[in-house]
């Protein structure tokens, strides 16, 4: 949403913007002059922006339909549109490069708008997430083509028009939605209809819909080969259809990263970028805030942050974490995101996090959501194996973390637990 709006203020529109709590984003916003409310009322939008012939409304589903300053703009007239469908009413009239998948969309989605800036395209890109490379969510180089990511919660990617798609993932999620992963599938379904033809969309191997097919160290149509690990970084070869380009780098841990790196290549070749150009913009790509990022990295102490919330993905930073500390004992702090996905993958998440040496469990992030009966942190705690374990306040957090001394710290969620990363930082940097 951020990112709509310092698009829309650069092309000298007037821009105010509600949100519950201020954040660093939201003091970015403000010191380019955008407004921001943070009490849900009517009264407390200024009033450039009351007349409904004059506003238009833009909403994310991270807004519960509860919300009165939503339903009172509903109300009164003025016209709502969801995010998806102002990324699709400004990339109508562009080439819509579109990455759909339930993982790796903003990581994906950085990549090949770093590579398509990198390369000189006239290019537009929106990302999920703040760029270590711009230190921004947009990055505007011209507008023939635009960079997206295309989230299947809501359907919302259905209101776009791509012109190149990828699927990176089908795994079951979102099922307060979908109700059962047969309906997800048919959803991504959709959206690759929505593309010209069937040579614009590029999927990852395991996923269950045509496309052009990509991989690591697997037969696909894109893969990366001969991968080995460099001063912290992947070397590798791309085999293409045509050919195979020697002598990438990528310095992000972590095959799924790798993974989402070959899908981005793949768009990008197909835009007209040449190897020698991509190359050298993959070794300067510097990843994405919570993304696996890197907080703390000493010979003594490494703290990683990262905005897993889906089991998938905490097996992904696992599998990273295991591949670039393989000797050192790792604590991960997680916040659970919504009740339902709590409750519909509870055996998986306590799967998933009985990997770590010790678990710290914060509460659950409700998000958009009421409380469910009898689902909370504690749930999950009953269920996960590791014998180092609590629930814990965020107030506490230090001294649990260091009375449990791992030489490794990883922190996930996708809630508030990310406002914690800075405070968290500082104070173990001298623990």
């Known amino acids: 949403m951020s990112a709509l709006a310092k698009y829309f203020h650069a092309q000298q529109k007037q821009v105010s913007g509600y949100d519950k709590t201020a954040s660093a984003i939201t003091t970015s916003l403000e010191s ?5 409310a943070f009490n849900d009322t009517f009264e407390s939008i200024d009033a450039t922006y009351l007349n409904p012939e004059k506003t238009l409304v833009i909403t994310t589903p991270a807004i519960p339909k509860t919300n009165s300053l939503l339903n009172t703009f509903i109300t009164r007239d003025f016209k709502v549109i969801k995010r998806a469908e102002a990324l699709g009413l400004i990339t109508n009239n562009t080439k ?41 969510n947009l990055i505007q180089n011209g507008s023939a083509i635009t960079v997206v990511e295309a989230d299947e919660f809501d359907r919302s990617f259905l209101s776009l028009k791509p012109y190149l798609a990828c699927i990176t993932s089908i795994d079951a999620d979102h099922l307060d939605i979908y109700g059962t992963k047969a309906n997800l599938i048919d959803a991504f379904q959709a959206f690759s209809n929505l593309l010209p033809s069937s040579d614009k969309l590029f999927v990852h191997a395991s996923v269950p819909i045509p496309g052009i097919t990509y991989a690591v160290e697997a037969p696909a149509d894109f ?4 991968v080995t690990i460099r001063n912290g970084g992947y070397v590798f070869d791309l085999k293409t259809p045509e050919q195979t380009i020697e002598n990438f780098k990528f310095f992000m841990p ?19 970028c040449t190897p020698l150009e991509l190359s050298a913009a993959l070794k300067s790509y510097k990843g994405v805030e919570r993304r696996f990022s890197y907080r703390i990295k000493s010979e003594s102490f490494v703290f990683v942050d990262d905005y897993a919330h889906h089991p998938k993905e905490i097996d992904a930073v696992w599998e990273a974490v295991s591949e670039m500390y393989p000797q050192k004992k790792v604590t991960a702090v997680f916040q659970p995101h919504l009740y339902s996905r709590t409750l519909d993958f509870a055996e998986d998440f306590a799967v998933s996090l009985s990997k770590f040496d010790a678990v710290l469990l914060l509460d659950i992030y409700p998000a958009r959501e009421a409380p469910i009966a009898g689902v909370t942190s504690d749930l999950l705690l009953q269920k996960i194996t590791t014998e180092t374990k609590q629930l814990v306040q965020k107030s506490a957090l230090v001294t649990a973390i260091t009375s449990i001394g791992n030489p490794v710290l990883i922190t996930m969620g996708a809630g508030d637990i990310g406002q914690e990363v800075e405070p968290l930082t500082k104070n173990l940097m001298y623990a």
């Open 254 to 272: 972590g095959k799924h990263n790798l993974s989402n790196a070959i899908a981005a290549l793949a768009m990008a070749l197909a835009c007209g």
């Open 32 to 36: 380019l002059g955008i407004k921001i």
């Open 96 to 136: 819509c490069l579109a990455v759909g998948g339930t993982h790796g969309k903003t990581t994906t989605t950085s990549i090949l708008g770093h590579l398509m800036f990198e390369c000189d395209q006239k290019v537009t890109a929106f990302f999920g997430g703040i760029s270590e490379n711009y230190k921004s």
């Open 223 to 226: 893969s990366a080969i001969n």
